[in-house]
């Protein structure tokens, strides 16, 4: 062939590449829907669902050029319809892809509908998949292209079998009709019948007297609340646009806000304590038994004002002449916060810290580590972040993060979650920001068990250091045993997530992050007392077939379980904590031993020692673990799944987000908690059966009253998969968190004494119905623009029709209802709805708040 004809063919092949990639599908071009067909359908619990796709494009389908990459909640037992002529597989985690068969073909303008089920159920729209993409493929198998899928559809959900998790499901759907008759034991009650403060004080002392405001009045301060005394100044320069300059002094004045350390105890506590009085010659005194109880009391002088005043600037203050005196009633009132399988940013994290410190929560339990991510930069080791932050398409052995949660296939793309971390500098900045709050930050590096990210990211370190041919250096941090064969499936079904413990290497990348964040803390001049090690959900088998284990068991032979050998991981890590000086906590499974009946029980080799177990388990049996380790001489951290997980759902409506392997979780329930005798609030099982509690809980064991000092408080948790970016995190925490905080703070409410159920429930219905109210008419507004305002949830309406006469109500009674009949969606313009009224044709409802904010809709179609 001459020079011409090699031009020409040069030119020709350059011309079909080029087409070739240009008819690959776009982002809109395959138009791909998602159904959940039922949940019922099989004497076993199975859930049956289908994908249709249609092509829109110029690009056949084959049998051997594509894959439909996606997340979807984890289920076991994967079968494909075979008429399909494709197969949906599930990879590892919650990353599944759909491969075509033999003999398969999608040619342009043609559709297919993929039919496949799987173990146990999905009930909600947060449950079908998510982060859809395309994988296309030359004939050799080389990927040629990735294009997420942008054209994407989920039906919705409106059949009972597609709502219910199979045919044991107690738990009502909330239709407007359930809502209606669940909330008509709620009234409205009138603003002075309204809680004064939230969390509610140990004691009041209010006069009915009332004093204004007006001029800018000083604030002074005693030596050594110069922090609270900025603080102070800059909320009411905040809330009504005057400056503030705190004024170093100790003489009481009228129109002014003293700031002082009280002279012995407040209420029996000498720590986190406060008095308050708002005098008739507008003086203000804020006395606290240390720093955090002068803090407390200016939090408390803040919700005390009008929440008119939070909505707009104000000229004028009118405050009701009181002394309130306060003191916790536990130590220890946190929120966990996962921000490893869904990342958020710093200043999402700054917001939550003024909303926790608002509600008195003084401690951050912040999980950095997961499978799915490592968020704080580690400077010694930069692979944990570079490689172990982010998350895209690659293989399951690659050394990288594959996509989770719906992040999709590029990492750090808009509107995604699954990349991002703090850098050392953020989280430095993280701390101090709390410090000066008065909250601490407890950091969680989960280990052995959730430890993908950090095994992906060490074994990229020690590629990385073979490429250079330093063994050595390659084997310093690297945390797996590579002839390891064991085979398991972690809770979040993974198969790679378990660092090798009998490895040394792995104690040396341990203290040398733990190093790491103590040079932190230092660095922020924040405290650093308790670092949680996790060490939840080990999966059975791990261990089991790697010589490494098998070495260290030999070398061991008390341990007869290779399960047992999580128990001496702990107790190395208890060593590199203490000797610097940490107390170390973990999940209740890290003071829990194999017996040799196979069954977990108590650990007692821990008790005593600065080892503090968190209880999350209370389903299943398990309901007196807390109070059996308490008993047994653990300090305990409460974390009741049945009432302190936010991130399980509110309820069934399948458009409300979250999870529900243990139920779900509203206000109320973290609200209505009994910390010293939690079998009289555990009243609903994960299926929504109610428990006869004096029978299911007669032979489990009680919480002593000498044991009760152990339990040092209360903990609510947001696990992140579900939850993407900021606005669903505030969603799941509020108005959830109120309800906590009034657990975590006040003092024993009266119905936790009561014995008998009946009467028992009777009287917290009525303590319910005020606070209710209270969320109503002053809590949420004030979220509104309170630190700039956060994205509460409000509760739908409940309503029914009949004969034309449509009734309605709200689960916080002083929302206000709006509706229309028209077909029009309800504004704050909108008819409000006071008494039953005729109606006819479609209506449609949404609850409001003073602030404007609203509900969803809730239509009616007569």
Not at 677 to 699: C, H, L, Q, S
Not at 777 to 798: D, F
Request: aromatic residues 12%; contains cysteine.
């Amino acid at each position: 062939m001459n020079r011409t004809g090699i031009a020409l063919t040069t030119v020709f092949m350059a011309f079909i590449l080029t087409n070739c990639k240009q008819q690959l599908p776009g982002p809109d071009d395959m138009e791909v829907r998602w159904e959940l067909i039922s949940n019922t359908h099989s004497d076993q619990p199975r859930t049956a669902a289908s994908f249709s796709i249609k092509n829109q494009s110029a690009f056949s389908l084959t049998d051997n050029n594509w894959a439909l990459y996606y997340n979807q909640a984890p289920r076991g037992g994967i079968t494909t319809d075979e008429a399909s002529l494709t197969s949906v597989e599930w990879i590892n985690g919650d990353w599944h892809r759909i491969v075509p068969g033999e003999g398969f073909e999608l040619n342009p303008g043609e559709d297919v509908v993929i039919r496949y089920e799987a173990n146990a159920w999905w009930i909600k729209e947060s449950d079908a998949p998510m982060g859809l993409y395309f994988v296309f493929f030359d004939k050799r198998g080389n990927e040629t292209g990735i294009v997420p899928v942008e054209n994407y559809h989920i039906k919705p959900f409106y059949r009972e079998e597609q709502i219910s998790r199979h045919r044991n499901d107690h738990e009502p759907i909330p239709t407007p009709e359930w809502r209606y008759t669940n909330n008509k034991h709620l009234e409205m009650v009138p603003p002075e019948a309204l809680k004064k403060l939230v969390p509610t004080p140990a004691s009041i002392k209010a006069t009915g007297q009332y004093v204004t405001f007006r001029e800018p009045f000083g604030i002074f301060y005693q030596d050594g609340l110069d922090n609270e005394a900025a603080y102070l100044a800059r909320q009411l320069t905040r809330l009504t646009g005057q400056p503030f300059t705190p004024v170093r002094g100790t003489e009481e004045k009228p129109n002014s806000i003293l700031l002082k350390i009280a002279e012995g105890s407040i209420q029996g506590a000498e720590k986190e304590a406060y008095r308050l009085e708002i005098r008739e010659d507008k003086n203000i005194i804020v006395c606290g038994t240390d720093p955090s109880g002068v803090f407390y009391g200016i939090q408390s002088l803040q919700a005390l004002m009008p929440v008119e005043t939070f909505l707009r600037q104000a000229d004028a203050v009118t405050m009701e002449v009181m002394t309130i005196e306060d003191a916790p009633r536990f130590s220890y009132r946190g929120i966990h916060i996962d921000v490893a399988r869904n990342f958020q940013d710093k200043e999402t994290i700054l917001r939550i810290l003024d909303l926790l410190a608002f509600y008195k929560i003084n401690t951050l339990h912040f999980h950095l580590t997961e499978d799915e991510g490592w968020r704080i930069e580690i400077r010694e080791l930069p692979e944990l972040t570079t490689v172990g932050g982010q998350r895209g398409h690659t293989t399951k052995k690659a050394s990288a993060l594959h996509p989770a949660y719906g992040s999709g296939p590029h990492p750090y793309a808009e509107g995604t979650h699954g990349s991002g971390y703090y850098t050392h500098e953020d989280f430095v900045e993280i701390l101090t920001y709390a410090n000066e709050r008065h909250i601490r930050i407890i950091p969680e590096i989960n280990l052995p068990g959730h430890a993908r990210a950090a095994i992906k990211a060490m074994e990229a370190r020690y590629d990385h250091y073979m490429r250079l041919g330093d063994e050595e250096a390659a084997n310093e941090f690297r945390l797996i045993d590579p002839d390891e064969r064991s085979e398991y499936v972690s809770a979040q079904m993974f198969t790679d997530n378990v660092i090798n413990v009998a490895r040394e290497s792995v104690y040396h990348f341990f203290e040398t992050v733990v190093d790491a964040l103590i040079d932190m803390y230092q660095e922020a001049e924040a405290p650093l007392e308790i670092f949680h090690t996790g060490g939840d959900e080990v999966p059975r088998g791990s261990w089991t077939k790697s010589p490494m284990a098998g070495s260290l068991l030999k070398e061991m032979p008390e341990i007869t379980d290779p399960r047992n050998l999580q128990a001496y991981f702990f107790e190395r890590a208890i060593g590199i904590l203490g000797k610097r000086n940490l107390g170390i906590a973990g999940w209740e499974e890290v003071v829990l031993l194999k017996d040799e009946n196979g069954q977990y029980v108590p650990n007692p080799n821990f008790a005593g020692q600065n080892v503090i177990p968190y209880i999350w388990n209370s389903v299943w049996g398990n309901q007196d673990l807390g109070y059996r380790l308490a008993n047994m001489g653990y300090q305990i951290v409460q974390c009741h799944v049945s009432n302190f997980y936010f991130d399980l759902a509110y309820n069934k409506d399948p458009e409300e987000p979250g999870l529900y392997w243990a139920g779900f979780v509203d206000t109320k329930d973290a609200w209505y908690y009994a910390p010293f005798d939690m079998f009289k609030t555990t009243i609903k099982t994960p299926m929504g059966e109610t428990v006869d509690i004096d029978r299911a809980y007669a032979d489990m064991e009680r919480l002593r009253p000498d044991a009760r000092s152990k339990v040092l408080g209360l903990q609510a948790q947001l696990w992140s998969e579900t939850i993407l970016g900021r606005d669903m995190l505030e969603y799941y925490m509020l108005p959830k968190m109120i309800g906590f905080a009034e657990s975590a703070w006040t003092r024993e409410r009266s119905f936790e004494s009561i014995e008998n159920r009946t009467a028992r429930e009777a009287e917290a219905e009525s303590k319910w119905n005020v606070f209710a109210n209270t969320l109503a008419q002053k809590e949420l507004p004030r979220l509104a623009s309170l630190h700039g305002g956060y994205n509460y949830r409000l509760p739908l309406p409940g309503a029914i029709v009949e004969d034309n006469i449509l009734k309605a109500n709200v689960a916080f009674p002083g929302l206000t209802i709006k509706y229309t009949t028209n077909g029009e969606e309800p504004t704050m313009h909108s008819a409000t709805y006071s008494e039953p009224t005729e109606v006819s044709g479609t209506v449609k409802l949404i609850a409001f708040d003073k602030a404007g904010r609203s509900s969803r809709t809730v239509v009616i179609n007569q």
